[in-house]
């Protein structure tokens, strides 16, 4: 998928966060504008504190920006304040999230992980178990469909969370640090997974990262710092950004 | 898919103790029901038993329930003559307390007259009583047996136990036996022998045991009662009741302070059931914060949470009110007084216990409401 030939997934247009006012004003987001197309990975990248999870929680339209305009999969959700608009709704519809840890919810076993989120988009419960099954399937973690959360290795826990991260076939994924708990070689393959969903479901995918070694996973890398944005780098280029202590 | 069965399913040791827990404190409040239905019931009941249409009582008492009454016997013979009257039977009513294989023995003891109204209803064993002296029928809540022999009285004579009621007890709880008027008269007026040596000695004369305390009258369903009342209150020494001020009586005054204290009691504890069932709704609700916020920023709607919360505390309520009630009921017949579970009190205390689940769980709804889908983000605790 090229940018040219499809509107952005997400935009982004002079976005800015802050937090307080006065003295105490702290500026999270400061002007900050992106495009991530569908059929894009990109990374978003920065030492703690440069506002990636704060840019992520906008993203998610759980955190209100403090100005600027917010487009998502061509609705604009905000412009200086939330357009009216259900954000639950919004994020049930068109985001689907994994978070650093699986947040499974632990009552209930790997395909209802799944399938509440079904529930919820209003699949019938025949329908939407068997999307679940398919889906921990297509992630090959079927086998493992009628286990509880605590009784899955990390992996399986992070592969059921990706499955109901794309029940409701998102177009845009964010994704907080998928790898932080998995060991280099999994996280590699949760990559290469990630990269297989961007380009099957034609979704965008925006991960924030602090794993050096995935670099080469994503097609674009934003990186952050100080709430700003300091480098847009393309794929191809990303193997300089590696750069040894970094 | 129901989230609130998955996650009683998923914890279900955890919400069983607390159901059991909770069980128990329903109970007491249902056991609170019971007591305070029983100590009205029972003082009902030791009116009803008599089956009375009117009390003829001493004038200017309301005897012989809730104060003493002293008549002479004959008054029976005049009663009997009014227009009107069907049926009249003396009786007398005292408390008296015994010991038998070394334990105190309580009773409220009616004396009759054999064939005439007054005496015991309904037999749940053995027979009436056929004998002048020493026989009786007593209530089974005295623990006394068939054949059984009770030394009563300062004379010390024994009585036979020839019958056995059933429900038959006062307000106050002690079981009620029966006997004859003239057995009863003399349990009521006989002193011991150096009593009865002195009272000689002064010179005074002994006191007259041909005294009753109440005559029950039945009166024929032709003529108004009221009719019979007049004509019996024109006999200036004595009065008349009806069965439902003798009631009135009993319910309204007798054991008004009992009634008021156990309503109170019972008022607490609804009060106390409702904060306990609020603080364990708040606190498997902060156990669920995390899942909360997840549910949240998957896009799950604030009803999919008010739902969850809700349906967990009705269970709760649900399961707990009939681990309760089978408790209580299982247990009904070991406690010292009678309970009285009627089943609109059960229904109504399900009620209570249903709209105390969801006042208290307003509570743990808004924690839930004001979770921050953010918090899913937050590092795995």
């Known amino acids: 998928m090229t940018e040219g030939n499809t509107q952005p997934a997400v935009r982004i247009d002079h976005l800015s966060k802050h937090f307080g006012s006065g003295s105490s004003r702290v500026d999270a987001l400061r002007d900050i504008s992106m495009e991530v197309f569908p059929g894009q990975v990109v990374g978003l990248m920065g030492p703690s504190g440069s506002g990636k999870t704060t840019l992520l929680n906008c993203i998610a339209c759980i955190m209100a920006p403090s100005s600027g305009r917010l487009t998502l999969d061509g609705e604009v959700v905000y412009d200086d304040r939330w357009l009216p608009t259900d954000l639950r709704r919004l994020r049930l519809d068109k985001i689907g999230f994994i978070f650093q840890y699986p947040n499974l919810l632990p009552f209930l076993d790997a395909t209802d992980n799944v399938v509440v989120v079904l529930g919820l988009a209003g699949y019938s419960a025949a329908a939407g178990r068997s999307r679940a099954i398919d889906l921990l399937s297509y992630l090959e973690v079927a086998n493992r469909k009628d286990a509880m959360p605590a009784q899955l290795s990390g992996g399986e826990a992070q592969r059921v969370a990706i499955a109901r991260a794309l029940a409701n076939r998102p177009r845009i994924i964010l994704a907080d640090e998928p790898t932080a708990p998995l060991d280099s070689q999994r996280a590699r393959i949760v990559m290469n997974l990630l990269r297989k969903i961007a380009i099957d479901q034609t979704a965008a995918i925006i991960c924030v990262t602090h794993d050096e070694m995935i670099l080469d996973r994503f097609d674009h890398i934003f990186r952050l710092r100080d709430g700003q944005l300091e480098i847009s780098t393309n794929r191809g280029d990303t193997r300089k950004l590696a750069s040894p202590g970094m | ?381």
Request: aromatic share 6%.
């Open chain 2, 1 to 381: 898919m129901n989230l609130a069965y998955r996650d009683i399913k998923h914890n279900l040791l955890r919400f069983v103790l607390t159901c059991f827990g909770l069980s128990l404190l329903l109970g007491v409040v249902i056991t609170i029901t019971g007591v305070y239905r029983g100590l009205i019931d029972d003082a009902l009941r030791q009116v009803r038993a008599a089956n009375a249409d009117l009390w003829v009582v001493q004038a200017g008492t309301n005897g012989p329930f809730a104060e003493a009454s002293r008549i002479p016997r004959d008054t029976r013979e005049l009663v009997a003559r009014v227009y009107g009257v069907e049926r009249a039977g003396a009786v007398t009513y005292q408390s008296v307390q015994t010991e038998l294989n070394g334990k105190p023995l309580r009773f409220f003891l009616i004396g009759f007259e054999l064939g005439r109204p007054g005496g015991p209803s309904k037999l749940i064993a053995g027979r009436e009583i056929m004998r002048s002296h020493y026989e009786m029928v007593v209530d089974r809540s005295a623990g006394l047996s068939l054949g059984q022999e009770v030394p009563l009285g300062t004379h010390g004579h024994k009585f036979t136990v020839v019958g056995l009621t059933r429900d038959n007890v006062t307000n106050s709880g002690d079981p009620v036996a029966y006997m004859t008027l003239l057995d009863a008269q003399a349990l009521q007026f006989e002193l011991a022998p150096p009593a009865e040596r002195r009272e000689v000695a002064r010179g005074g004369a002994l006191q007259t045991t041909n005294q009753i305390n109440a005559v029950i009258t039945k009166v024929s369903g032709y003529v108004p009662l009221k009719e019979v009342a007049a004509a019996l209150t024109r006999w200036k020494h004595l009065t008349t009741l009806t069965e439902e001020q003798q009631e009135n009586l009993l319910t309204k005054e007798v054991i008004e302070k009992s009634r008021r204290q156990q309503l109170m009691i019972l008022v607490l504890l609804v009060i106390v059931s409702a904060v306990i069932i609020g603080l364990i709704i708040y606190t498997l609700t902060m156990d669920k914060v995390r899942s909360i916020a997840t549910l949240k920023f998957v896009g799950a709607p604030d009803r999919t949470i008010v739902g969850l919360i809700v349906q967990q505390a009705l269970s709760m309520g649900i399961v707990s009110f009939v681990i309760g009630l089978l408790l209580i009921l299982g247990f009904q017949g070991h406690f010292p007084r009678r309970l009285v579970i009627l089943p609109e009190d059960v229904a109504v205390v399900f009620a209570i216990t249903l709209v105390v689940c969801v006042a208290a769980s307003t509570l743990g709804i808004r924690l839930a409401l004001k979770i921050d889908p953010a918090e899913a983000l937050a590092a795995a605790g």
